[in-house]
Structures are given as C-alpha cells and as structure tokens.
C-alpha cells in the first residue's frame, strides 16, 4: 500500500515489498481520481479538528418575502434621504435665484438714478433762460456759457436752435467745448449707459 500520510510532502511514496511497480501504478492511477475529489487536511498538534463536508451548512438564499420585508424597513428612511437631499439642492437654487435678484434690483436702482439724472439735468434749463442765451451774440453766449456749471451750460445748448448752439460751441475754448458736447452726447443717448 502507499503511505499517503507523510509529514514532508515532497518525498515519495513507499511501496509495500509486495506490491509490483505495475500494480502500484494502477493502484495511484484509481486512487488519484477519488483522492482529487476529496480534500486533504491535516490538523496542528493541539488544534481543531476541521469541519466535515457534511458538517458545513450553506446559507440559503432568502425567499421573496424577506426582500420584501428589508425593502419595507428601509422605505422610509430612503425616503426622507431622498427628501433631504432635494430639500437642499433646493436651497442652493434659491440660494442661486436670490443672487440674481439682488443684482437685478440693483442695476435697475442703477438705471432708474441715471433717469433721474438725465430729467433733472434737463429741467435745469428752464425756457427762459434759454430764450435769454438765444437772444445773445454768439462770442458773448460762450464766453457766459463757459464760466457756468458745465452741465447746466449743456442743458441750455441742448434746448437752444441746433444752428445756434453750434455756432455759440464755435466760439467757445476747444476743451470747454469738446466738455459740452460729451455731456449733451451722453444724455441724447436713449440707452442705459452702463
């Protein structure tokens, strides 16, 4: 017979003085198919005996009325994660909306004062006045118009015969009038300068 048990794996076999070498090799060629099926384990001196094959329990897999029960425990709790979640992405998008508000009301603050602006501006120069720097030689109107508020100087030539502003602008220091025509430029604009 073969000695299978051997406590140093890579020696061999020791063959029963009777046997033949030819009937030992069909005794391992049989023996090995069922020895590669079985398991071999070997135990430490002073451990525990392995478990047998028989003795192994399989978990078995749980039926649908567990899943649905687990399915059931849990509903809840991923609802109110679903909800918290959402509540959140929902307050960084007011978060986000209530940014945009504030600036919006912010540039039609901006837009409104710049309305006011221009309306004032242009109800400084009354028509009588007007009509005073109408009636004036255009040498004596630039030199009067220079040493007065810029944008009051602007508002009156803004009111006053285009022909006549143009020669009274004529008349007038090439820096004071570039000045005044920037002024009335930007307040003839109809558009939100900012």
């Keep these: ?29 049989l023996a090995g198919g069922t020895a590669r099926a079985e398991e071999v ?11 047998q094959p028989a003795q192994l329990v399989h978990a078995k897999a749980p039926d649908q009325s567990e899943i649905q029960r687990f399915c059931s425990n849990i509903a809840d709790a991923a609802r109110d994660r679903r909800y918290a979640l959402q509540a959140e992405e929902l307050k960084q998008l007011q978060a986000g909306i209530d940014e945009r508000m504030k ?21 400084r120069a009354e028509d009588s006045v007007v009509k005073i720097y ?28 285009s022909r006549k502003a143009g020669v009274i602008l004529n008349e007038m220091d090439q820096k004071a009038a570039a000045t005044l025509t920037g002024i009335m430029a930007s ?3 109809r558009v939100d300068p900012s």
């Design 134 to 161: 109408a009636g004036m030689k255009p040498d004596a109107a630039a030199e009067r118009l220079a040493m007065v508020n810029a944008e009051l100087a602007a508002a009156i030539l803004m009111k006053l015969d």
């Design 103 to 123: 600036a919006l009301e912010a540039k039609r603050t901006e837009y409104e004062e710049w309305l006011k602006r221009r309306e004032v501006f242009l109800a």
């Design 41 to 51: 384990r070997q135990v430490l001196p002073g451990g525990q005996a392995p478990a």
């Design 187 to 189: 307040a003839a604009r």
């Design 1 to 29: 017979m073969i000695e299978l048990l051997s406590s140093q794996p890579h020696r061999r076999p020791r063959l029963h003085p009777g046997i033949s070498l030819f009937a030992a090799a069909a005794i391992i060629a």
